[in-house]
């Protein structure tokens, strides 16, 4: 190889011949190798997928004292997987809340708070479901990082579609807003990350709660009179809202994942069969109620629409939780397509952020990030759901 000749050419050089002679061999060298990167990349770009722009305007700037170098970041799907390869999500670890009156110490306040999300993660989804149903686009702004999650962590970029730099903190990565709400944070740095312009720190990180807070401590500042009364989680429901979550969240929020990241045949075999078990309990619920809880739509299901429309586009293939598709059920499929179909939830879903982040991100899944071209689904579609009884 080109490359090989240099070094030995390197190596054999007489060291009278002058320093110069050595630097300018090591240059050629360099070269050889960018030019073979550079050809690499363009062979692999996928349309509407292609890799980051290269970031020479951008200088790294992790806070002192943080406690995230990129030695040290912490991805959860490699982190938190057990020694008999089971992945087990670690909990979120900023639980402060925003209240109404302010008594929890942060006040909802117009233009006070800024999201930090990934139109990938299911998790995110929820949170921007519920400020969209809510009317708080103008009330709590938002960033959208890019789709590619790398070792170093969620980036900002102006390079793909509705990604964008960080103008709140001025930071290139996630991990630098969470240091400078805590040098010492170790933990792993997730979306949606819920951050408060005035004290400068971030609020929580745990959806669960975020979308709470949205439903009911906002109420002053929602757009319409409609919006304001919408209440996803009624004091009527919320027994049952609970249960519902209690077993959705394990077996088919968490069950997806717990498929995909396992690293064993026993651990993939047990969470796999557990999720389409409780797809099944779903289908039937669905099969006599237009909602989970009934004539309702409730946070409960907020919280499994962003796991099922993102089901067919990379969970069956990706996670290889390919016993069913969701198109294959007759009621969790209409289902999903009502909900698509509510004013402003479409907008919250981007399939080429799903399919390119899973696709490109988890390189232990999909080595070469390589993104595939389907399926087709049309989320359009009458959903015929309005004739469903209570």
């Given at each position: 190889m080109q490359i090989n000749k240099v070094y030995v050419q390197i190596m054999s050089t007489p060291i009278r011949s002058g320093i110069s002679n050595f630097k300018g061999l090591v240059t050629s060298c360099i070269g050889l190798r960018q030019r073979k990167s550079a050809d690499w990349v363009r062979a692999r770009a996928h349309e509407g997928c292609r890799p980051t722009p290269s970031r020479k305007a951008f200088k790294m700037s992790t806070p002192q004292?943080?406690?995230?170098?990129?030695a040290d970041i912490k991805q959860s799907w490699k982190t938190s997987v057990t020694n008999k390869g089971e992945f087990v999500r670690k909990p979120s670890a900023f639980r402060d809340s925003i209240t109404a009156d302010g008594s929890s110490g942060f006040k909802a306040e117009a233009g006070r708070y800024h999201l930090y999300v990934s139109l990938a993660c299911p998790w995110a989804h929820r949170v921007l479901?519920?400020?969209?149903?809510?009317?708080?686009?103008?009330?709590?702004?938002h960033t959208v990082v890019d789709w590619l999650l790398?070792?170093?962590?969620?980036?900002?970029?102006?390079?793909k579609p509705k990604c964008s730099l960080d103008t709140v903190n001025n930071c290139q990565y996630l991990r630098e807003i969470y240091a400078l709400a805590n040098p010492a944070y170790g933990g792993n740095i997730t979306v949606p990350c819920?951050?408060?312009k005035q004290k400068r720190t971030i609020v929580n990180n745990e959806s669960s709660e975020i979308i709470r807070m949205f439903n009911?401590?906002?109420n002053e500042f929602c757009k319409t009179p409609e919006?304001?009364?919408?209440?996803?989680?009624?004091?009527?429901?919320?027994?049952e809202i609970d249960q519902l979550n209690a077993w959705i969240y394990p077996e088919i929020n968490n069950g997806v994942y717990k498929s995909g990241f396992a690293q064993s045949q026993e651990a993939y075999d047990a969470a796999v069969r557990v999720l389409f078990s409780a797809l099944d309990k779903v289908e039937s619920v669905l099969s006599k109620k237009r909602y989970l809880t009934g004539s309702r739509f409730t946070e409960a299901d907020v919280?499994?629409?962003?796991?099922?429309?993102?089901?067919?586009m990379v969970y069956?293939?990706?996670?290889?939780c390919n016993k069913k598709r969701i198109i294959d059920y007759p009621n969790i499929w209409p289902y999903v397509r009502e909900i698509y179909q509510m004013p402003g939830v479409a907008d919250t879903v981007d399939p080429q952020h799903i399919m390119c982040h899973y696709q490109q991100s988890h390189k232990t899944i999909n080595p070469f990030g390589i993104v595939a071209i389907g399926p087709d689904l049309d989320f359009t579609q009458p959903h015929g759901r309005e004739k469903m009884a209570a």
């Open positions: 004292n943080s406690a995230t170098s990129d479901i519920v400020r969209r149903l809510k009317g708080l686009q103008d009330v709590i702004s790398t070792e170093k962590g969620w980036n900002f970029t102006d390079q819920l951050w408060d009911t401590e906002f919006q304001r009364a919408l209440n996803l989680y009624p004091e009527d429901l919320r027994g919280r499994l629409f962003t796991t099922l429309v993102r089901f067919d069956v293939g990706h996670f290889k």
